[in-house]
């Protein structure tokens, strides 16, 4: 398997960019359709999940479990390739340390989820029901990487 630096970009045909659009496209409405069906758009259930000493609602880590097995299939066929359909590389994160950096992103990001119910692909699928609470969600999310990338990304 060729693997590249997530941070340099492959050469690309102006057909290919097309094709990865669609495939994003599909993959990004296959994930929402999942969502929705899964009913993991709805921040009552994923406050349950983790209301472990209350009333506690099992149901997100039965999807949890799906996904896992999904990509772990999925990892174990794109490892069978020397290079994916739609790129001349795959594209791997470059760092495998975990540091200060990672550990308090991830806990900002599971206080979050834990407050708002929502994470960033149901906030994104939810947008199409039109409801206030997850559009001012999904407006706060965007904000937060907006100031991530002006204050906080290492540069160069």
Do not use: N
């Amino acid at each position: 398997m060729t693997v590249a630096p997530s941070s340099l970009a492959a050469p690309r045909a102006p057909a290919g960019d097309a094709a990865r659009a669609l495939a994003a496209l599909a993959c990004g409405a296959l994930f929402g359709f999942g969502l929705a069906l899964s009913g993991m758009m709805d921040p009552a259930r994923v406050r349950g999940f983790l209301d472990v000493f209350g009333r506690f609602d099992p149901s997100l880590a039965f999807v949890l479990a799906g996904a896992v097995v999904v990509s772990f299939a999925g990892v174990r066929l794109a490892q069978r390739r020397a290079r994916p359909l739609l790129d001349e590389t795959f594209h791997l994160p470059s760092r495998g340390k975990i540091d200060a950096r990672l550990i308090a992103g991830a806990a900002l990001f599971g206080v979050g989820w834990g407050m708002g119910g929502l994470c960033p692909g149901p906030a994104i699928a939810g947008l199409v029901l039109g409801l206030p609470k997850i559009f001012v969600f999904f407006v706060a999310m965007i904000c937060g990487v907006l100031a991530h990338d002006r204050f906080f990304a290492r540069r160069g």
